[in-house]
């Protein structure tokens, strides 16, 4: 099992570009996410998903959208970047929603000029 | 509105000795409250958790404590490794299954 990936690893946009953040997991689990690191903030939830079909907004869902077609795949899409979206980017996923396990990948480093 | 709180951003102690990283919360609605370790250039990954319910958990070196009167948790790693340098996230996991971290402490521990 590849676990949790997320490509790219690190990505520059300029300010107004879009760009997709992907994610994939290969352990066949319903729950999804995604969280931002900032220096000083910890980890804060962006969407998640409790399984395809299904996404909702966490606590910092602003310029952010995504979708779940699939079970494995779970991108995340900046509309418009701004250089308040620098941030390095982390995907997570469970089994299911309650599971206090859950697997993240290693995570995208964005820089936004 | 931070709801889980790491007051310490660093911590640093000897090898062999204990560590002791805190956490405080505000949210009295959480079922679950969780450790993450973080690398650099790593996602975080499990360390322990503990129950609303229950007031200690064990695994190995590490201990987890809660104290539900006070809204204070805390991790006790004992003996401290050099492999234990990281950042300690601690989260608080409601019934929906959403995770909110703290701010992270970065745990040095020297040879």
């Known amino acids: 099992n590849a676990g949790v990936t997320q490509t790219p690893k690190f990505q520059v946009l300029k300010t107004g570009q879009s760009m997709t953040l992907q994610c994939a997991q290969d352990m066949n689990h319903e729950y999804m996410s995604w969280y931002r690191q900032d220096p000083g903030m910890g980890l804060r939830l962006i969407h998640y998903s409790v399984g395809a079909g299904i996404t909702d907004q966490g606590e910092v869902p602003n310029g952010y959208n995504v979708s779940r077609s699939t079970t494995e795949d779970f991108p995340l899409r900046l509309l418009s970047a701004a250089p308040s979206q620098t941030s390095v980017y982390f995907c997570a996923s469970s089994y299911y929603a309650a599971q206090e396990t859950q697997y993240f990948g290693p995570g995208t480093r964005l820089l936004v000029l | 509105d931070q709801q889980v709180k790491q007051n310490s951003p660093s911590l640093s102690v000897q090898e062999g000795r204990i560590s002791i990283l805190n956490c405080d919360y505000t949210n009295s609605m959480f079922d679950y409250f969780l450790w993450y370790k973080k690398y650099p250039a790593e996602g975080p990954t499990f360390l322990i958790s503990?129950?609303?319910?229950?007031d200690k958990n064990e695994d190995g070196r590490f201990t987890v404590f809660l104290n539900k009167s006070a809204k204070h948790l805390s991790l006790h790693i004992v003996p401290s490794q050099p492999g234990d340098s990281a950042v300690y996230f601690c989260?608080?996991?409601?019934?929906?299954?959403?995770?909110?971290f703290g701010q992270g402490t970065e745990l040095s521990v020297k040879p």
């Open positions: 989260a608080g996991q409601n019934q929906g299954g959403k995770l909110i």
């Open positions: 503990i129950s609303s319910i229950k």
